[in-house]
């Protein structure tokens, strides 16, 4: 099945997500679809898949013109989306989860789950994916719950899939594994469709790859025919640098010390497990792991976000264990939290209150119980100049920025006051290019100016990127330290040991 | 080449147990039952020659049975020796699914040596007993229904309450009206429509679904107490429908004990119990079911998989009325065939923690239910047997057994995920 997007625009109040696209989706091929977060490919995609009918344009299938109403129209036609956040229902079983709204059913809306489960199984050993078929989805790992999401679009038996952003959750040994299925569906002459923002991805599974900017299409071919440099430059607009160029570091004293430190959530489940680590002055660590391995958990402990139930976190040689969230702000611990819209911002405040959200309290714009709201908008000018978030004014809406600025802002915020330690949560999470490299910029900046800096994410390249020194999180424990200052650390093996590699071997 | 530092193996290898954390759940619910020992040895004692008999048929029954007589001190000893020995037990070993399980079984226990030295030199109908646990249960057990219908769907009903009185007001005064089978008829009505409101205001415009239901059982709780005091105080034949009558179920019927509480009951207590099987077949066997649960738990994904959910959860909001309805009629045309203000007495509420308790499943919702009927008519039957105890302190029992029961026992019961969330589609 052959699909033709024909000069899509949608547009979003003053936003033009999609302006005049057109597209080739072809049978047992795999379009790439390259393009910066926010440059409208998850946007494109939800046309397609009929979650949105575009303003203008035309879809064709096979030539024939088509029109979505809904998603069930585009299900109808054979078109499937693995969404980038899973749309699974986490206390349903795989089978149900798989045939939730084309149902097998006998008499009287008898659901028939021993039928369904029978067709999961022989689409599951067709396409080798091996996924239980009784397991409840969350009990399942993030890989394989990727897999049912697919076996959810093939039991609609669909000939084009949607794969959105798709190795974003994904270690790098799943990453392989998920390409074999992907081959395996286009040997078998389905059309796929890889949206993503990682250049190499492209470059190894895609056999066209599309390039998006700003809504547009601005470039494709095939893939070989491109270095990642030209991808990236077509992709952001600008010659981009990858590397970030930081010098060595010259570690100092122990800054941030964690002694054994053990996290035990509010159901009683052991969420860090004798954690020990440390991070110097003048260094940055990295934490690499898949997401959920008790990372918000570590972060948590060392903000004073909640308790830890046993062990020690020792700042700069004092025990800060029974601190306040507020006195380890004092004593120079900046947070840059991990999801922005959530606790870093808020969004229906200005950026000058933003700004002041952190320190409302202190000498610097405070006069007794009032807050010196001029002394706070001078120094939020200034703090939005030297870290390049671009806002018409300070009187705006924190929640109208983009998320790069956005970003940026919360990185003011933190960086602005005398700091000594820096705990930067997915510092770079839905962050235009050029914001990352600023907002990496600074960190670096911040470790050569003698501070210690701690950063959490779950994307590997960003953790390879900056780290002096690496720890791998598994399930609550830091299994894994890799050297990273002088030359890269072995991809492979802290691929591994994301996995889990080394504690089973050590168990 | 970098080099790797291999964490410790021994290090990982012994972290598997977990570290000294402390389960105060395990350690409160096990002191309670060392102090409901105490209580059961020391307050609830009995000469040790006196007996408690307790009645299972009459006379004239087709098959009639002997009276259970049991020596009461001696069962209320057992009692505190095997409640002490499970707050015991909890204090040095269990934890973990144990804890829930006896403090259960402990409840079960007290209201047994309870029962035993309140009828202690007396006698009492254990029958007549449960079948008013049957028969209260019955209102509690199908608001519960009601709510399990609308949270399954993710919208948080608190106007249960309200939807109750609606469908008993409307229950007596078209059932004086019309007859009995219109009575019900237009209470189920009545329900829908108030489901029908609280669908628009919560599904369409979005409003607070607390704030809603809170308005909504408002301005029931007004419109009939206004109703009722001025009209019906003047028109007394608008008040006086012919409630339904028991009938008794041929040959089941007649077995003992099980008889009289099961198959000799009115049409509300069958009503309660086909529709709880019907929807346990619905919710968990259907294909309906499934796409309704799916549209409680992940909206999102249900609508990417075709499925409406702005349409399933207005038929699921309005059936939820319906049912509410047909347990508000139980009030007036399942007792008195009289509707007085506010008769039905945060019944509703009530049934929200059955549903809670019974975790959002119909048939847990029932066991719920039963127990805090069984709560309301011990209250009933103590008040005749003339206990030491003040009637208004019996009277809290249904309540105090409700917050024992959501506080201590229901744990880490979870709701359905998108619950008391509106849905959008960007």
Not at chain 1, 115 to 139: C, F, H, K, T, W
Not at chain 1, 414 to 443: C, M, N
Not at chain 2, 17 to 33: E, H, K, Q
Not at chain 2, 282 to 295: D, I, K, N, P, S
Request: proline residues 4%.
């Amino acid at each position: 099945m052959n699909i033709e997007l024909r000069g899509i625009s949608k547009r979003f109040g003053s936003v033009q997500a999609n302006r005049n696209i057109s597209l080739d989706i072809r049978a047992s091929e795999v379009l790439g679809l390259l393009g910066e977060n926010g440059a409208g490919k998850s946007t494109l995609m939800n046309v397609l898949s009929g979650l949105y009918q575009p303003d203008s344009g035309d879809i064709l299938i096979d030539g024939t013109p088509v029109r979505f109403d809904g998603p069930g129209d585009s299900i109808a036609a054979g078109i499937g989306m693995v969404h980038q956040h899973f749309m699974l229902v986490p206390v349903f079983s795989v089978v149900e989860n798989v045939i939730l709204g084309v149902e097998p059913t006998g008499s009287a809306d008898f659901l028939d789950l021993a039928a369904a489960r029978d067709q999961v199984q022989a689409i599951n050993a067709r396409y080798g994916m091996d996924v239980p078929s009784d397991v409840l989805i969350e009990d399942l790992p993030v890989g394989i719950q990727q897999r049912v999401e697919i076996l959810k679009v093939l039991f609609r038996s669909a000939d084009v899939l949607i794969l959105d952003e798709p190795t974003a959750v994904l270690t790098p040994q799943e990453v392989e594994a998920f390409f074999g299925i992907v081959r395996a569906l286009r040997d078998a002459g389905k059309a796929i469709v890889f949206i993503t923002h990682k250049l190499h991805e492209i470059i190894e599974i895609a056999d066209k790859v599309s390039v998006l900017r700003q809504g547009e299409i601005v470039g494709g071919g095939v893939p070989s025919e491109f270095s990642e440099a030209d991808l990236a430059e077509m992709m952001v607009g600008r010659p981009v640098s990858f590397s970030v160029g930081r010098g060595t570091a010259t570690p100092g004293e122990d800054v941030l010390d964690l002694r054994d430190v053990t996290l035990v959530d509010a159901s009683l489940e052991v969420r860090l497990h004798q954690i020990a680590m440390s991070v110097r002055a003048g260094e940055i660590v990295g934490i690499a792991g898949v997401q959920g391995n008790g990372q918000t958990e570590l972060v948590e402990a060392i903000t004073g976000l909640a308790p830890v139930a046993s062990g020690q976190v020792m700042f700069a040689g004092t025990d800060i264990t029974a601190s306040s969230v507020r006195q380890r702000h004092c004593m120079g611990i900046a947070h840059i939290p991990e999801d922005r819209q959530k606790s870093g911002m808020v969004s229906a405040f200005t950026v000058a209150e933003n700004m002041v959200l952190n320190s409302y309290y202190d000498d610097s714009v405070a006069r007794g119980v009032q807050i010196d709201w001029h002394r706070a908008e001078e120094q939020a000018a200034a703090a939005c100049l030297k870290f390049d978030v671009r806002t018409p004014s300070v009187f705006l809406d924190a929640g109208g920025l983009s998320g790069g600025n956005q970003q940026k802002m919360v990185v003011a915020r933190e960086l602005e006051r005398g700091v000594r330690l820096v705990v930067a949560s997915q510092p770079t999470r839905g962050v235009d290019v050029g914001s990352i490299e600023f907002i990496h910029k600074q960190l670096v900046a911040c470790r050569d100016a003698g501070n210690a800096v701690l950063i959490i994410s779950s994307e590997l390249d960003e953790i390879l990127d900056l780290s002096d020194r690496i720890y791998v999180m598994y399930e609550g424990q830091i299994t894994a330290e890799f050297d990273n200052s002088s030359s890269q650390a072995d991809r492979g093996a802290i691929g591994l040991a994301m996995a889990g590699a080394n504690r089973t071997a050590a168990a | 080449m970098a080099d790797q530092t291999q964490m410790d193996p021994a290090r990982l290898a012994a972290s598997q147990p977990v570290a000294n954390v402390t389960d105060w759940r395990r350690i409160i619910s096990g002191f309670t039952l060392v102090m409901l020992a105490a209580i059961v040895l020391f307050l609830l004692d009995a000469p040790w020659d006196s007996v408690s008999t307790f009645r299972i048929s009459r006379p004239r029954d087709t098959w009639a049975v002997g009276n259970l007589v049991v020596p009461s001190q001696l069962i209320n000893t057992l009692a505190a020796i095997i409640l002490a020995f499970l707050g015991t037990r909890l204090f040095l070993r269990g934890g973990g699914r144990w804890t829930g399980l006896s403090l259960g079984v402990g409840l079960i226990i007290l209201a047994m040596a309870f029962l035993v030295w309140a009828t202690a030199g007396k006698a009492i109908s254990l029958t007549g007993m449960l079948q008013a646990t049957v028969v209260r249960a019955v209102p509690i057990a199908l608001a519960a229904l009601g709510g399990i219908l609308c949270e399954r769907v993710a919208v948080i009903n608190i106007a249960i309450e309200g939807m109750l009185l609606a469908g008993a007001f409307a229950g007596a005064l078209f059932g004086s009206l019309m007859g009995g089978w219109a009575g019900i008829i237009c209470a189920m009505l009545t329900g829908g429509v108030f489901g029908l409101l609280l669908a628009v205001l919560v599904i369409t415009y979005r409003v607070d679904q607390i704030i809603a239901g809170v308005v909504i059982n408002l301005f029931v709780l007004g419109l009939t107490s206004y109703v009722s005091s001025q009209v019906f105080a003047e028109f007394r034949w608008l008040n006086k429908a012919t409630p339904f009558r028991a009938f008794k179920i041929p040959v089941l019927g007649d077995i003992p004990l099980i008889g009289p509480v099961l198959f000799n009951q009115n049409l509300f207590v069958y009503g309660a119990l086909i529709m709880v099987t019907l929807s346990t077949y619905y919710l968990f066997y259907t294909r309906m079911g499934l796409r309704a649960r799916a549209v409680g738990e992940h909206p999102r994904a249900a609508d990417t998989l075709g499925i409406d959910v702005i349409k399933t959860r207005y038929a699921h909001v309005i059936a939820a009325g319906m049912v509410a309805g047909f347990g508000g009629a139980w009030f007036t045309l399942g007792s008195v065939g009289r509707f007085d203000e506010n008769m039905t007495f945060g019944r509703g509420f009530i049934g929200l923690a059955a549903m809670i308790f019974g975790r959002w499943h119909p048939l847990g919702a029932l066991a719920a239910a039963l127990v805090f009927g069984f709560a309301d008519s011990l209250q009933q039957k103590l008040s005749i047997l003339n206990t030491p105890i003040p009637s208004e302190f019996l009277s809290m029992a249904p309540y105090i057994a409700t917050i024992v029961v959501v506080a201590g026992l229901v744990g880490r019961a979870r709701p359905p995920a998108a619950i008391g969330k509106a849905y959008t589609k960007d």
